[in-house]
């Protein structure tokens, strides 16, 4: 699988999949890709847990887009989306098949994808009649989300926080906003959520700051909100000692046991880990 992976995020051309197949590996193959920036960055083997920096997220999100620019198509390394050859952007398989449970009527509807990368579930959530507000620390990866998707914004420095900047559609009903999850709060994002699908995000938080994520997740939901997480577990699949971690069921009890609920709803197995998705909703 690790070939395929590769293959698939560095040589797409030569790699012919069906549509599902490359929506149920996309979130895989962006694991992969961070495995390889780690890698990259001497940190792979590293066992002190450390999260990458937001700056070398940002590196990495520059030269996708450099490279998504000189190519002249969408993409670049970063597996989220495909070209015009492929449909690697789709959105999540379990996200359309479980929206309902996560927003069950058309009353509630604004809904927070925290560290969202240019996800295509972005895209779907909007066409869906969704209020869609996503965070990201990169500037290039939000660009090439409005960018790809032909989606004209307004961008503007948050008046709450200025270390924050807000990208704001124009054509689409949107708001992503740039900048450290660690620093967002409800007062910056406007108001409560009703909603959370948190996919491939809470994996690749280092283990300290795991609490600290949950806690900032709970101060920007509604009481009535539900939170959707897709966690891998890779098990005994995971060969590597850093980032991307496993999501275990302790790990659930321990992060959400005290101040919510949560129920596995979903799962599916591939060669590289097991998708496991959960609804988590306040006590
Ligand atoms: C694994 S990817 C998430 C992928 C995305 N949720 C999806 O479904 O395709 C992690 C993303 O979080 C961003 N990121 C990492 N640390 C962050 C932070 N502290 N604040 C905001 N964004 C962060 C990275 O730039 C990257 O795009």
Redesign the pocket.
């Known amino acids: 699988m690790e070939d395929s992976i590769s293959k698939l995020c560095f040589d797409q051309s030569d790699y012919i999949l069906t549509s599902d197949s490359y929506a149920r590996i996309?979130?895989q193959a962006?694991?992969h890709n961070?495995y390889r920036l780690l890698q990259t960055a001497g940190m792979a083997e590293s066992e002190d847990h450390k999260?990458?920096?937001?700056d070398q997220?940002?590196e990495?999100?520059k030269k996708d887009y450099e490279r998504s620019k000189s190519k002249g198509s969408k993409g670049g390394d970063?597996c989220?989306h495909g070209d015009e050859d492929n449909p690697f952007d789709q959105a999540?398989p379990m996200l359309r098949k479980h929206i309902k449970s996560l927003l069950p009527n058309a009353i509630r509807k604004r809904i927070f994808?925290?560290?969202?990368?240019?996800?295509?579930?972005i895209k779907w959530l909007i066409d869906e009649g969704y209020e869609v507000v996503g965070?990201?620390?990169?500037e290039h990866?939000i660009l090439e989300f409005f960018e790809e998707n032909s989606v004209e914004f307004e961008k503007s420095v948050s008046t709450k926080d200025h270390s924050f900047r807000v990208y704001t559609g124009k054509t689409a009903n949107v708001v992503i906003y740039?900048?450290?999850?660690?620093?967002?709060n409800s007062d910056i994002a406007g108001g409560l959520f009703d909603a959370v699908?948190?996919?491939?995000?809470l994996?690749?938080?280092e283990l300290a700051s795991r609490k600290p994520y949950v806690e900032i997740m709970r101060s920007v939901l509604d009481k009535q909100a539900k939170y959707m997480l897709?966690a891998m577990y890779f098990g005994e699949k995971r060969t590597w000692i850093n980032n991307?971690f496993d999501i275990t069921d302790a790990d659930m009890t321990e992060l959400f046991g005290e101040y919510f609920t949560w129920d596995k709803v979903d799962e599916e197995d591939s060669e590289w880990g097991l998708e496991r998705v959960f609804l988590i909703t306040c006590k």
């Open positions: 996309r979130i962006l694991f961070i999260l990458l920096t937001i997220w940002n990495w999100w970063i989220e999540s994808l925290p560290l969202c990368g240019k996800s295509p579930d965070l990201e620390c990169s990866a740039e900048g450290d999850y660690f620093k967002f699908w948190d996919s491939a995000s994996n690749t938080i897709s991307p």
